[in-house]
């Protein structure tokens, strides 16, 4: 299995332009969720999902939007970014099954740079 | 989902143990208290979780007071790539629960 995987790990946006985070998770896990980090600071949550068609806003969503096809991908796109997204951005998976479980798998992080 | 408070920061001995502190005097009965830790820039990683009785495994035990308003992450013998910072969560189970939100956490440095 290859966990949560996130493309792409480095990316420099100029300002008004937009695109889009990708992660996708190969472990049939129905929660995913993306995060941003700062330096210096904890993570914050934007955007979860806890299934197909199923989303909701986190802490710091403005700015931000995803969807949710398919149970393996959670894409987070940047409609016109701004100086202010730029930051480190994870993306995290896992079951919501098996009550007492559900540890939280990271991907690696997207280090996204807006000019 | 519960709200957690952590110490800023802490240091340890290398070799000696460290203890982490989180108080979560919110938490409700369904929610368990999950710890995780973000060496460097990587993406967290999981270390242990609970309910009520305390817990341990391969990397570090947990223990949650009786009423469960607070609980501490144990690293028996800390090495130096135990420094991360250590993030300590309420989670609950069920669809609608599920908005995970992360506190600052504690940045450990193992001195050696």
């Known amino acids: 299995n290859a966990g949560v995987t996130q493309t792409p790990k480095f990316q420099v946006l100029k300002t008004g332009q937009s695109m889009t985070l990708q992660c996708a998770q190969d472990m049939n896990h129905e929660y995913m969720s993306w995060y941003r980090q700062d330096p210096g600071m904890g993570l914050r949550l934007i955007h979860y999902s806890v299934g197909a068609g199923i989303t909701d806003q986190g802490e710091v969503p403005n700015g931000y939007n995803v969807s949710r096809s398919t149970t393996e991908d959670f894409p987070l796109r940047l409609l016109s970014a701004a100086p202010s997204q730029t930051s480190v951005y994870f993306c995290a998976s896992s079951s919501l099954g098996r009550v007492g479980t559900g540890e939280l798998f990271f991907g690696e992080g997207s280090r996204l740079t807006v000019l | 989902d519960a709200k957690t408070t952590q110490p800023t920061s802490m240091d340890c001995a290398e070799g000696r143990a460290a203890n982490l502190p989180c108080n979560h005097s919110?938490?409700?009965?369904?929610?368990?208290v999950y710890w995780y830790r973000q060496i460097h820039s990587q993406g967290p990683q999981y270390i242990i979780h609970?309910?009520?009785?305390?817990e341990t495994n391969e990397m570090a035990s947990l223990i949650i007071t009786e009423d469960r308003k607070s609980s501490t992450l144990i690293l028996p013998h800390a090495t130096l790539r135990d420094t991360a910072v250590y993030y300590c969560?309420?989670?609950?189970w069920g669809q609608g629960a599920q908005k995970l939100v992360f506190g600052q956490g504690t940045r450990l440095t193992i001195n050696p």
């Open positions: 609970g309910l009520k009785n305390n």
């Open positions: 969560i309420g989670r609950a």
């Open positions: 919110t938490i409700s009965g369904n929610e368990y």
